[in-house]
């Protein structure tokens, strides 16, 4: 605080409320009323208590004023030398739901725009700033529509008419406070209320030990037909402590009041009261009738009533022209400031209100995630793109090919490498560009898997995190299909030549051995017909008919015993094409889906975290 503009209590200065002769002048009289923004020189010269709250006192109050002067320069127990009030503490619960909000706002700046976060961020905010403030007071906000007698009961909770009353509305134009004991500086200023609209009670021993630590703020009419009015309600009832909600017989069912207030304030019941004006012009037990009404108004809210020692809000008549009821209004409230604990429970309300906002955000009610059937079927749908079925079936048929050249007869041999001269004979097979329709195509299935294991990741999720999820697999499928073509030349054939089992080379042999008996049939068959050996046509005929069919029968049974190994190789062959593949689309869409749905299964945890129900002030 300035001092110059705030001076020391125990400097001399005459009653804000007296002239220069000594006579009292009313405060509250429309004849003497001042305007909020006026600059009349009378505020300069206004007595400061404590350096922080201004205080407006009537004749009748003035003896009591100079009494309490002397008593500060005996004591020195208030003014600006005083020890500052002890800052508002929170229990573990409640720090543990605001860290762990926090927490939950800074993992979502990237996900959600600032609007969805704002609320949250005030919430936080303005937890900080209450939490530097004094925890021996609590703010205590009077709020209520045109004619309500709001500013009334105000008056009669202080003692001393200190807020301007009358027929003209709207008469209360600017927020008033009154605090009933020193150190509460901080908390009006957070309000924004300046100090010639901070007031203090009628100095009454009774009164101060009943309501040691309050600090009532009367506010605007909150159905004024001033914007500003209007405007000021709205901020300041979000500052506040506690409400204190004054109805009268005739507007208690307003749909403004339950709709734009009480029915978005059911989660802060606790700290909220509700006060039937004017009971006064009710007949016999009309009063009742129309208590019992509001209490139903009240449950068609939400808002739960603390009756029977239940936690809510309560519900209270008077008459703050008769004072009837005032003097259990008082009690009640000053039981609710001495428990120091509508702060906290302020900030709790206040935690809960944001968590069900935030809630379509993180909430979902169903098992998300991406299922291992998804990634399965993802695989398999990459797999076909890049063709791994045929070339598995491709390496088979060149095994097998491999075998007929190894263990055929030499003359079919020879036809097959004049047919085949310009075929590897290692068991690669010679990879070909595809057609351009081919490779459309093969683009399109690339780009249908990721569509459909994105939508199958974001099932089920809150809309902003279902579209994070899917531009994660987007962004991953950039490049995705260049990456499997080169994955294909590289991967997709087994390297060297195909594994020969250890029966071809005795096959080799036989089929060898088969045809020595054919050229030795042979040239015997040619030397007979020479004459130069002795005829014999038995025995060299029956070694041309065994090499000849033994030939083909040795060919066969290798081609049989090969159809096991050539299945095997092949299915190798698929299966590190399927594997590599299904690593390449893992990588690159996968991986990043994935952490997309873990960074929304931490936020979720810590939205748990915040949803939980704990109040309390250590």
């Keep these: 605080m300035n001092p110059q503009r705030y001076p020391d209590s125990s400097r001399p200065s005459k009653p804000s409320g007296a002239s220069e002769s000594g006579s009292p002048t009313s405060s509250t009289s429309p004849s003497h009323s001042t305007p909020p923004n006026s600059s009349d020189p009378s505020d300069s010269a206004e007595s400061w208590d404590d350096g922080l709250i201004a205080r407006r006192v009537t004749e009748a109050t003035a003896a009591a004023l100079a009494a309490e002067r002397a008593s500060v320069l005996e004591t020195g127990s208030r003014g600006p030398a005083s020890k500052p009030p002890a800052p508002l503490a929170y229990d573990g619960r409640l720090r543990s739901r605001l860290d762990a909000l926090r927490e939950l706002v800074?993992?979502?700046?990237?996900?959600?725009?600032?609007r969805t976060l704002s609320e949250a961020g005030r919430v936080l905010d303005e937890a900080a700033a209450r939490r530097k403030l004094?925890?021996?007071h609590t703010v205590v906000a009077i709020a209520g529509a045109t004619g309500s007698g709001k500013s009334q009961l105000f008056n009669a909770l202080a003692g001393v008419a200190i807020s301007e009353t009358g027929v003209r509305r709207p008469t209360t134009a600017a927020p008033i406070a009154c605090s009933w004991s020193d150190g509460a500086a901080g908390l009006i200023d957070r309000l924004g209320i300046p100090g010639r609209l901070r007031r203090r009670p009628l100095q009454s021993p009774e009164a101060e030990a009943q309501l040691r630590g309050l600090v009532l703020v009367d506010l605007p009419d909150h159905d004024s037909a001033a914007v500003e009015h209007r405007k000021q309600v709205d901020r300041i009832l979000k500052l506040v402590d506690a409400v204190i909600w004054v109805v009268d017989p005739e507007k208690y069912a307003d749909a403004v009041l339950h709709e734009r207030y009480l029915r978005p304030m059911a989660g802060h019941a606790e700290i909220m009261f509700i006060v039937l004006n004017q009971v006064?012009?009710?007949?016999g037990d009309a009063a009742d009738q129309v208590l019992d009404d509001l209490r139903r108004l009240l449950d068609e809210d939400g808002i739960a009533l603390?009756?029977?020692g239940e936690p809510g809000a309560r519900v209270l008549a008077?008459?703050?022209?008769?004072?009837?009821?005032?003097?259990e209004l008082r009690e009640v409230l000053g039981e609710f400031v001495a428990e120091r604990g509508a702060a906290a429970r302020r900030?709790?309300?206040?935690?809960?209100?944001?968590?069900?906002?935030?809630?379509?955000?993180y909430a979902t009610g169903q098992r998300v995630g991406l299922s291992e059937e998804a990634r399965e079927e993802f695989a398999a749908r990459l797999a076909d793109a890049v063709g791994a079925t045929a070339a598995g079936e491709a390496a088979e048929r060149a095994w097998l090919r491999n075998a007929g050249r190894a263990c055929g007869t030499p003359w079919l041999r020879l036809w097959r490498w004049y047919r085949f001269r310009g075929e590897s004979t290692t068991g690669r097979i010679p990879v070909r560009t595809a057609p351009p329709d081919e490779e459309a195509t093969a683009r399109q299935r690339v780009e249908q898997a990721v569509r459909t294991v994105a939508d199958r990741a974001s099932a089920g999720l809150p809309a902003p995190w279902a579209q994070a999820v899917r531009e994660a697999a987007v962004r991953g499928s950039q490049g995705l299909p260049e990456a499997l073509d080169e994955l294909v030349a590289r991967a997709g054939l087994p390297p060297g030549r195909p594994p020969r089992p250890g029966w071809w080379p005795a096959a080799v042999l036989v089929q060898a051995a088969m045809t020595l008996l054919q050229v030795v049939g042979g040239l015997w068959l040619v030397?007979?017909?020479?004459?130069v050996m002795a005829p014999n046509l038995g025995v060299p005929?029956?070694?041309?008919?065994?090499?000849?069919?033994?030939?083909p029968l040795v060919e066969w049974g290798c081609r049989m015993a090969a159809r096991g190994p050539a299945r095997r190789y092949g299915q190798e062959a698929e299966r590190r094409l399927r594997e590599a593949a299904a690593g390449c689309g893992r990588a690159r869409v996968l991986e990043p889906v994935a952490a997309e749905l873990l960074r929304y299964r931490e936020v979720r945890e810590q939205y748990g975290r915040v949803a939980r129900n704990g109040t309390g002030v250590g």
């Design 527 to 531: 030397g007979q017909i020479l004459g």
């Design 306 to 308: 603390g009756e029977h």
């Design 134 to 136: 004094s925890g021996r």
């Design 541 to 551: 005929v029956l070694l041309m008919a065994c090499g000849i069919v033994g030939g």
């Design 106 to 114: 800074g993992l979502s700046r990237t996900r959600l725009d600032s």
């Design 318 to 327: 008077l008459s703050a022209l008769t004072g009837d009821g005032v003097g």
């Design 347 to 361: 900030v709790s309300a206040d935690v809960d209100a944001a968590a069900t906002e935030l809630r379509p955000m």
């Design 280 to 283: 006064d012009r009710l007949p």
